[in-house]
């Protein structure tokens, strides 16, 4: 399982970003994907997930309305949009899959067995 986040960047509060978690070498049909994110200083947080095989999406409660977690077709790219972000947005932001039969929600402390990215920069500047 390898997952490479991409689309971080340098961005000005108020603005928006799309995120980008590609899987190489296998499909998330059999997989729940999770976008989370880890700001210095503080604990890794799930912002995001969704399952391969029905589409169900799940979201931080402090998050709903800014993020929209997505797939494409071939299930091969998981995407993060973000809009209205703010200082307080900036973090690394890492995708993670687990197999769907292990997968118990994206809350800490996490359960089961979790591949991770390398994570993309994401910096708001006020």
């Known amino acids: 399982v390898q997952l490479v986040e991409s689309g971080g960047g340098l961005v000005q509060a108020g603005g928006s970003l799309r995120l980008s978690c590609t899987a190489y070498?296998?499909?998330?049909?059999?997989?729940?994907i999770g976008w989370f994110r880890q700001a210095p200083g503080k604990d890794r947080e799930g912002v995001a997930c969704?399952?391969?095989?029905?589409?169900?999406?799940c979201y931080s409660d402090s998050e709903q309305g800014r993020f929209t977690i997505s797939t494409d077709n071939a299930k091969v790219t998981v995407y993060l949009q973000v809009i209205n972000l703010k200082p307080e947005d900036t973090a690394v932001y890492y995708c993670?899959?687990?197999?769907?039969?292990?997968?118990?929600?994206?809350?800490?402390?996490?359960?089961?067995?979790?591949?991770w990215g390398r994570g993309t920069q994401v910096t708001v500047s006020s």
């Open positions: 070498g296998f499909t998330f049909d059999d997989y729940a």
């Open positions: 969704i399952r391969g095989r029905d589409a169900g999406i």
């Open positions: 993670a899959a687990i197999p769907l039969r292990q997968f118990r929600g994206f809350s800490s402390p996490l359960r089961g067995s979790w591949s």
